[in-house]
């Protein structure tokens, strides 16, 4: 007999459905009832964001309506451990778990380890790819030749980009209604589009990160002075009208539609930028030339790209439920039809780009999957046999050659995997070992659990009022003292006792 199980859901904001279907009606909601037997029913939904549904999460657990199934961050997960209000998952993993979903979440070092806790498994992590993580710089490249710019090859170079595309008319179209740069209110936090992360990496900061200093001691990326170098290259950019003057009250919906609009020429942004919003924005102007250009430096020292831990989150299961198994149930078919036996377009990305990947609710990806689908395309894209491919990769390979007789709606795959894509800068990154990891990874510490809420608000508010011009920039240095203040000194003691545990 079929079952139903309770959810919530912090939708993708590129999230769409076909005429007629919803959340709880699409392939994959068929799917689990068809194959499994199990209803998802959705006690509530937002497409605002991870603060919201933060927010919204945690007013349901103090006021004891917990769903069934539900994704937290780990902060959350090691509060509804103390609680008690979860299912120790460690038998059913080791009972129902398939063998391709161990072997993804097994791939990704240290993954299961942090939903571990006293030697149970508390939680199945919400695993990705370390290198999908990776973001670059997009530019208009028809944008550039029309205004006879070179490309860019230092964070000069993107500077002086950024104040032609503002006051030269790049659309040529007599209005001065251009941004230099994409910029939204979440700047570097797990932002997908017009990010500014990769700008900082531009700088060596790390804002993001516990890096390690050269007395070997961990610090944290967001309060050294390479940032303070970066919010002052920004704060000119603003004052200048190179950045929209709005940007901190608009999230990267926001910018995406920029983008569309011919607003906005230049984004650091994912590697997968291509399927949303780029493609839109070349739907909208054919002529649109979207290019990839790594992450250039400020310095003869080249940039590195910065990675964070690759598990940002755990699907948990509420305390006393009948069937607890269902969640790897749901984790073991998402495997089964993207990676064991694929049906790509009918539950991913359909032949015409459509994403069907935002519906499932409990997922995974595989490690360096999509670095290694590059690799494999590139090579048939240059041998011209495509018989080596797996499913998925044929698939994008004969779109991308769809594309290049002239189909331009599959341009998103040339974008992701062709010639303009950005894994060829990522590579080189990889190959030259210019990858600045995250050296903490561990359960939040007993002060983060605390204070990291606050530390995160000052963080972001500081980084936006001295961009703006609210606060000078010598407020960078006040910041630092106040984080360390307000506990960022304590958890940096943590940090490095945790570390040194480990053997780091």
């Known amino acids: 007999p079929a079952i139903t199980l309770t959810a919530v859901r912090n939708l993708n904001d590129s999230t769409v459905f076909r005429a007629g279907e919803s959340l709880t009606n699409n392939v ?14 959705y006690l509530w939904t937002t497409t605002k964001g991870t603060d919201d549904y933060n927010q919204r999460l945690n007013a349901s657990i103090l006021t004891g309506e917990i769903p069934d199934i539900f994704e937290v961050d780990s902060l959350q997960l090691k509060q509804l451990v103390n609680a008690g209000l979860i299912e120790d998952l460690t038998n059913v993993y080791e009972t129902h778990a398939s063998g391709a979903a161990r072997r993804m979440l097994e791939e990704i070092p240290n993954a299961l380890e942090t939903a571990e806790f006293d030697g149970r498994l508390m939680a199945i992590p919400q695993g990705a790819s370390t290198t999908d993580q990776s973001q670059v710089l997009w530019i208009r490249y028809d944008w550039l030749n029309r205004l006879g710019l070179p490309e860019p090859e230092t964070m000069q170079d993107v500077i002086n980009i950024s104040k032609a595309f503002t006051k030269l008319d790049p659309d040529g179209n007599g209005k001065p209604d251009t941004f230099g740069l994409g910029l939204n209110m979440g700047l570097h936090n797990r932002i997908n589009v017009a990010s500014l992360k990769g700008f900082l990496n531009g700088f060596h900061a790390y804002p993001s990160s516990w890096i390690k200093k050269g007395d070997g001691q961990i610090a944290f ?17 603003y004052k200048d009208g190179q950045l929209d003057p709005e940007f901190s009250v608009k999230d990267q919906n926001f910018m995406a539609e920029e983008i569309v609009a011919g607003k906005v020429g230049m984004q650091y942004g994912a590697w997968w930028n291509p399927t949303y919003p780029l493609q839109t924005s070349k739907d909208a102007e054919p002529d649109a030339d979207w290019r990839a250009y790594g992450i250039p430096s400020i310095s003869d020292l080249p940039a590195k790209v910065e990675y964070n831990f690759p598990v940002y989150s755990y699907f948990v299961v509420r305390k006393g439920i009948k069937h607890p198994e269902a969640l790897v149930h749901l984790l073991n078919l998402m495997v089964h039809r993207g990676y064991e036996e694929p049906q790509w377009e009918r539950f991913f990305i359909g032949k015409d780009g459509f994403l069907y990947n935002n519906y499932p609710l409990v997922y995974t990806w595989p490690e360096n999957g999509s670095f290694k689908n590059y690799l494999h395309i590139q090579e048939a894209l240059k041998s011209g046999n495509p018989d080596e491919l797996n499913t998925v990769e044929k698939g994008y390979y004969d779109n991308i050659q769809a594309y290049r007789q002239g189909a331009n709606q599959y341009w998103f795959e040339e974008g992701m995997y062709g010639e303009i894509s950005a894994w060829s800068h990522i590579k080189e990154k990889i190959d030259h070992q ?15 659990s605390q204070v990291t809420p606050i530390l995160e608000k000052l963080t972001l508010d500081t980084y936006t009022m001295i961009i703006m011009g609210e606060l000078p920039l010598e407020a960078f240095d006040e910041y630092v003292a106040q984080w360390k203040e307000l506990g960022g000194n304590i958890i ?11 053997g780091g």
């Open 492 to 502: 940096t003691k943590e940090v490095n006792e945790w570390v040194k545990a480990k």
């Open 434 to 448: 210019l990858i600045q990891m995250n050296e903490f990874y561990g359960p939040p510490t007993k002060t983060m």
């Open 28 to 41: 994959w909601s068929r799917d689990y009832m068809d194959t499994l037997g199990i209803q998802i029913k």
């Open 221 to 237: 990326g967001g309060i050294q002075p390479e940032v303070k170098t970066a919010l002052a290259a920004l704060q000119e950019m």
